[in-house]
């Protein structure tokens, strides 16, 4: 089975960066997309960007365009959101999660889901 491992994530001020992974094993080929999500407390868990499985179409939030960007190394099975100019309204667990091929905006559209890893940005 496809296992998912976020990491990256860390308290950080306003105005500050992060830079998430997704580390993925347990599969052979260059078949998944990966999406980020986030869920604040008491939120909905909500979609902030995707990659297709060879990088070639990216998606984001209206929230986090043009502060994040979603990158992958597809050899290394590893999904990177470097996440900049952090906001306190980013604040949540951040997950990172895999469907076949192509990038979905929906929740429930993703097979394989990451445990979360913990971004908190406050001064």
């Known amino acids: 089975q496809l296992q998912l491992v976020e990491s990256g994530g860390g308290l950080v001020q306003p105005g500050g960066s992060l830079r998430l992974s997704c580390a993925a094993s347990g599969f052979s080929r260059d078949y998944y997309a990966i999406g980020w999500f986030r869920q604040a407390p008491g939120k909905e868990r909500e979609g902030v960007s995707c990659i297709s499985s060879r990088g070639g179409s990216t998606n984001y939030a209206d929230s986090v365009k043009d502060r994040f960007t979603i990158s992958r190394d597809n050899a290394q099975n590893t999904v990177y959101l470097q996440m900049n100019s952090l906001k306190p309204e980013d604040t949540a667990i951040y997950y990172c999660?895999?469907?076949?091929?192509?990038?979905?905006?929906?929740?429930?559209?993703?097979?394989?889901w990451g445990q979360g890893t913990q971004v908190t940005v406050s001064s």
């Open positions: 999660a895999a469907r076949p091929y192509s990038c979905s905006g929906y929740v429930g559209r993703y097979n394989y």
